[in-house]
């Protein structure tokens, strides 16, 4: 963990505060409840921070279900609940941290890429790497 990604997480609650950044406003995302505003952070998402009507704070981790090829639908898991920011802090630095640790790059593009953006697979000349959809559609003639 560098100081860096300290003041990243710090940035992505500021940016909540203020609704303005690079926050993304979530309008329908599976596990969230009525009376909560969640927005996501990092492109790919790295963590999802909401404030509720009663002022909490929630830190949870993001996810992607797979509801059929092509439509993925983003879900929140692992809620933490906090009732100031620097509460919420060390659970976004922990999500995003473990969420940062999950992305691959691919063998083919060398895109940074979230384990719902993968998969493990043979490619040719022997081995199994880490390829991104895109790369499995183009590179492999893999559908999704
Ligand atoms: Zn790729």
């Known amino acids: 963990m560098t100081d860096e990604d300290d003041e990243q997480a710090e940035d992505y609650l500021t940016w909540l505060e203020r609704f303005s950044g690079e926050g993304q406003l979530l309008e329908h995302l599976a596990g969230a409840e ?38 993925p639908k983003l879900h929140v898991s692992k809620i933490v609940e906090a009732k100031t920011r620097a509460d919420a802090l060390p659970a976004v630095k922990r999500i995003r941290r473990n969420r940062l640790r999950t ?22 000349g022997g081995g199994t790497e880490v390829v991104c959809h895109s790369c499995c559609g183009s590179k492999l003639g893999m559908v999704f």
């Not at 009376?35 to 790919?44: A, F, K, M, N």
């Open 34 to 71: 009525p009376g909560q505003t969640w927005c996501s952070y990092g492109d790919p998402i790295e963590v999802l921070v909401a404030y509720t009507e009663d002022s909490r704070l929630l830190v949870g981790r993001p996810g992607v279900q797979w509801n059929g090829p092509a439509w």
């Open 103 to 124: 992305f691959r790059r691919c063998y083919y593009c060398n895109e940074l890429n979230p384990p719902e953006w993968f998969e493990r697979t043979a490619v040719p």
